[in-house]
């Protein structure tokens, strides 16, 4: 099993920054990508940042492109997530994903996510 943990979230006022990090444990062998979904309330679950673990490719959500950073750890087993410029519309829950994406799996989806951290909340004030 993969276990995630997420840490880092927080209240901050409008074009403040955050950064989240996500700590990977167990199995994570067979996992070769890992990523960021949000959540806010009332909407569904949207994907946002996304890393290959080897080649270092990453996938930005457009509403994110410019003001976030998906960056890996030396030991590969941590993941984070730096959130510039932060918007009130960037408020909700951020989850950690792990999974084995094919080239196939788009990534802003949840296709190839097989372990979920239980999610660190971000809340962005006017």
């Known amino acids: 099993q993969v276990q995630l943990v997420e840490s880092g979230g927080g209240s901050v006022q409008a074009g403040g920054s955050l950064r989240l990090s996500c700590a990977a444990s167990g199995d994570t062998g067979k996992s070769n990508y890992m990523g960021w979904f949000r959540q806010a309330q009332g909407k569904e679950r949207e994907g946002v940042a996304g890393?290959?673990?080897?080649?270092?490719?990453?996938y930005y959500a457009d509403s994110v492109k410019g003001r976030f950073t998906i960056s890996q750890g030396n030991a590969k087993n941590t993941v984070y997530l730096q959130m510039n410029n932060l918007k009130p519309e960037d408020t909700g829950m951020y989850y950690c994903?792990?999974?084995?994406?094919?080239?196939?799996?788009?990534?802003?989806?949840?296709?190839?996510?097989?372990?979920w951290g239980q999610g660190t909340q971000v809340t962005v004030s006017s």
């Open positions: 890393i290959y673990s080897g080649g270092g490719r990453t």
């Open positions: 994903a792990a999974g084995i994406r094919a080239p196939w799996h788009p990534p802003g989806r949840e296709d190839w996510v097989g372990h």
